[in-house]
């Protein structure tokens, strides 16, 4: 997925430590959960040897996962898992979604309906305790032996669609659809059902024209830069800086 995660590159990989590249197969589904376990023991091995780490991405949970920690929650039936990603693999999205409204409606209208790997962990866990996930998110902070600084980098909103239209050609240019081909096969696990992968996918087994799925995948990352924002918007200690402004770098270190 080198392409359409847009890996570090090995000059990148060879002048900076990374973490989380080349670690896991696409067969394996990292959880928000583990990556708060992975990432804390993570950070215990820098700080073996420095004083900053940074932490680089935009989803919302996994790096709230790390910075305040999840809420404990009741194990899931395995045989309940299977079956109900069975019969999405079977019946697709729209199933889901009827399922999902229909036996979890409170977590419905919290969700982000069109995500297959958030529905699917709903409804797997109501049908596993008989209670809806969100009665279990208490939103207690866990204790952390670290200082956190937190920076959301901002554009103006043309600026940041005119970028992200340049970086899907880009991607197609370098080979997009090829690297889609290969891992067509793997198409229905949970790690594939990301912006860039179902379009291409869906033009592979027909449902679309190329031209309409790349349009696809610029209005879908269009569409999540977008809940990334509303999603960092919301936290009180985020410092916000204009990415294109001159010294970002020294305005970001001389954050307290």
Known sequence: MSIGTAKPSAQELAEVKHFFVDEFPVTTHITAADFETLALGYLSQIFQSSTTAVVCGGTGLYIKALTDGLDSMPPIDANIAAEVNKAYHNSGLDWLQQAVRQEDPQFYTQAEVSNPARLLRALVFIRSTGTSITHFRLGQQKDRPY????????????????????????????GLLEEVKELYPLRRLKNLQTVGYSELFGYLAGSCGLSDAVAKIKQHTRNYAKRQLTWFRKDPQMHWLQADEDDLIGKILSLK
Do not use: N, S, W
């Open 147 to 174: 200082h956190f600084i937190r920076v959301g980098l901002d554009l103006p909103r043309q600026e940041l669609y005119t970028r992200i239209d340049q970086r899907v050609d880009q991607m197609m240019q370098q």
